[in-house]
């Protein structure tokens, strides 16, 4: 059973950076392809970006792209989102969450979230 804690979330206001952590404990960590989604009000929680195991492939939803980084540190188990260039758009809960490397569809695990909001 891996456990997920994010942290890093906060109030920024349009066109500033964050950093999000997200630390996981309970597993192997370097056996999990690892993933960011979000959820703002009123909406379905969407995918933003995804790592695989090793660092050496990563994805992003088209509106992202250039703006966010993700990046895994396996020797602290840990997974991170660099958040660039924000837009009052971005702002949403953000979940990080876990699934066995290979794996396809959903994920297994997931993080209890961590608020992001943007001011215009």
């Known amino acids: 059973q891996v456990q997920l804690v994010e942290s890093g979330g906060g109030l920024v206001q349009a066109g500033g950076s964050l950093r999000l952590s997200c630390a996981a404990s309970g597993g192997t960590f370097s056996m999990y392809t690892m993933g960011w989604f979000r959820q703002a009000p009123g909406k379905e929680r969407e995918f933003v970006a995804t790592i695989t195991w090793s660092g050496s492939n990563t994805d992003y939803v088209d509106p992202v792209k250039g703006r966010f980084t993700i990046s895994r540190d396996n020797s602290k188990n840990t997974v991170y989102l660099q958040m660039n260039s924000l837009r009052p758009e971005d702002t949403a809960v953000y979940y990080c969450?876990?699934?066995?490397?290979?794996?396809?569809?959903?994920?297994?695990?997931w993080g209890q979230g961590t608020q992001v909001t943007v001011s215009s």
């Open positions: 969450a876990a699934k066995l490397r290979g794996k396809p569809g959903s994920y297994d695990y």
